[in-house]
Each structure stands twice: as structure tokens, then as C-alpha cells.
């Protein structure tokens, strides 16, 4: 890669009722030198009013920009699987508070299938509750949840199951889409699950007390 960086005067285009001022702005233009065969070389043209006046803080640019796609993602996952922009609120007391939860949530989300791909052989009880990982191995295995917790990524791929993900090979890892409904319905599933739990107890604390 060749990164060249400058600080350059956009003109004001030229406008029936006058040209407007001219800005200023920090440009970091990022060219990929050797392509591989029959690809086009990538090329960035990044505006920013970011520092550039090292070499350092143009790489922090250049890194910042590499995170939009998880940031799209990431926004995919709060508006489409939260929903958030469905929520019909009268002012921005009760939306904010709202929107606040949805992110965290949102954030849980894109962390569980990160984490499914960059630590596949994490125990997933890192993550996840006992009542979460036993109920979903349960139904999705149709068998009783093993005393060793699982791979985080044999986790993850029976969540992403929940959600209709195949994993077939030519399928790749589980999606974001996959991940929120396997998730949505992991948490139904977690909230049945401690409540057996909790009326096996109570019955066996009774069958005693008799």
C-alpha cells in the first residue's frame, strides 16, 4: 500500500445566488500497489478533520475507516433485528433510555459472533449463562446439556441454528441475521429453562416435606 496524505482547499461550486466559502479539510489517499490477478486495486479517498500531521495518527485514520463495515453491521443489527426505528415514542425522554438498551443489546450480538470466529475454542461460559448454553444444546442437540460446557464456536453455530442457519459448508459462519433471532429465541428458551428448573425444587422440596 502507498498512503500520501495533505491537507487540501475545496473550492465553493459556483451558484445562482453566489459561491459559497471555500474548506478546508485533511485528506489521506490510500492505493493498493500490487493487486492480485484480476482484481481491482482498492483505493481510499478519506476526508477527515482527524490530525494528520504524523504518520501515526494518518495509520489511526486509515484504522478507523477498516471498522465501517462492522460499524454498518452494527447498525444493521440495532435497526433491523431491534427494530429500533419502529419504536413509536412522543419524545426523546423515553426514546434515549430506549435506544440506550437496544445498543447494548445490539453490541451482544456482533460481540457473540465475533467472538464465535476470532475464539472458537473459548469455553461459552465466557459469555453465555449456564441456563442459556444448557437450553439451547438441549433442544438443538435433543439431548441432555453435557457437565464439560462446549466451544464457544459449537455455541455459537447452535444459536445461529436457532435462527435458521444452516451450517452447511458452502453456508460460512453464521450472520448477523442468524445471530439476533438464534439469540431471541436462546433467551426464551434460557427464561423456560430456570423456570423448570426452579418448579423441579419446589416439587422436590415438597416430596420431602411430606
Known sequence: MTIQAARVTL???QRPGGRPPDVEVNVVLVREKDPPP?????EWLLLTSLPIRTFKQVQQVIAYYCCRWQMEVY???LKSGCKIEERQFQDAEHYLPCVALYMVIAWR?????????QCPDMPCTELLGESEWKAVYT?????AAPEQPPAFSAMVS??????GHLGRKQDGPPGPKTM???MQRMRDLALAWDAFQLAARAGGSRKRSV
Not at 484480476?38 to 482498492?42: D, L, R, S, T, Y
Not at 450480538?109 to 470466529?117: A, E, S
Not at 447452535?158 to 435462527?163: D, V
Request: proline letters at 3%; zero cysteines.
Open 11 to 13: 473550492r465553493g461550486p
Open 75 to 77: 447498525f444493521k443489527v
Open 38 to 42: 484480476g482484481e481491482e486495486a482498492i
Open 158 to 163: 447452535m444459536i445461529a441454528n436457532l435462527g
Open 180 to 182: 439476533w433471532i438464534g
Open 139 to 143: 433442544v438443538v442437540q435433543g439431548q
Open 109 to 117: 450480538v456482533m460481540y457473540v459472533m465475533m467472538l464465535g470466529r
